[in-house]
């Protein structure tokens, strides 16, 4: 059976000192969001034990008035998962504009995740040499009152709503299609459990040539005060189960306090903890 590419972010090992610097980064991309869009946003980017920040995030009001937000994750040696998740990031909100523009919008939304696994596996190195990168994706618009969302690998895009979590898109990994195996009785569950160890590898991710699977729903109504979550894998690795619900339900109304609710689950996190890095975002309700 064939397999995906296994997210592989530069190893820790000879030359990391013998304490990682302090793994909880300012979020240095919040920024003001007008009422006017019915949110309000923060963004945490944690470097855990790696040499490297791999993440790319961002959220912004769209020209024509819809808030949209994305965070990708890279996957590759050296700089090549950091550039490829930037090229992922930037590029979801330019090609989003351009679908705009040609009448599409969020319809257009498989559209735009092959172009971008294009741009990213097109990516040169200094030397004009195939980057070889990788990124997921994880994008929302939200445009009077409803909620469009993409997805490609294996970040996440969450729902907190009265008190529970619900997880909107699945991970695109080999763990998908074991799952599916075992539920039609192709699989035994013993060879399920012979594979399970290989279930992280994804299928499917922005750089691989073709997309396997792609996530997406459009004109998903929101209600005041539902909190979404875009989030890569070490985030909510770092935050399992209950844990990452109460953490979301402490925010304070501006989310600045978001690194001080980390820090606890960061002094128990070991020096192989991934990059982790969020989006949350708060509906207000539509704006008059």
Known sequence: MLFGKRKTKQQTGQGLKSEPECPVLPPDIQKYIPSA?????????????????????????????????????????????????????????????????????????????????????????????????????????????????????????????????????????????????LKNGDISPDEYQAELPRGTALLSYLGCGELKYIDYQTGLPLLPSDLLLLCSDGFYDLLPGETLISTLEALDETMANLPELLEPFLGQASRSMDNASAVIIRFLGEQN
Request: aromatic share 6%; net charge negative.
């Open 37 to 181: 869009a019915g949110v309000t946003a923060g963004s945490v980017s944690l470097i855990g034990g790696r040499k490297s920040q791999q993440d790319a995030l961002d959220y912004r009001v769209l020209s024509q008035g819809q808030f949209a937000a994305s965070v990708c994750d890279g996957m590759g040696g050296l700089n090549g998962g950091a550039q490829a998740a930037r090229e992922a990031c930037a590029g979801f909100f330019e090609e989003y504009e351009s679908a705009v523009l040609s009448g599409q919008g969020a319809s257009g939304f498989p559209q735009i995740a092959r172009k971008l696994d294009r741009r990213v596996l097109h990516l040169r190195d200094t030397d004009g040499l195939p980057l070889d990168g990788g990124s997921t994706l994880t994008a929302v618009v939200i445009q009077n009152g409803l909620l469009h969302w993409l997805s490609v690998g294996d970040s996440r895009i969450g729902l907190l709503r009265n008190g529970q979590l619900h997880w909107l898109n699945r991970l695109h990994n080999y763990r998908l299609e074991l799952d599916e195996a």
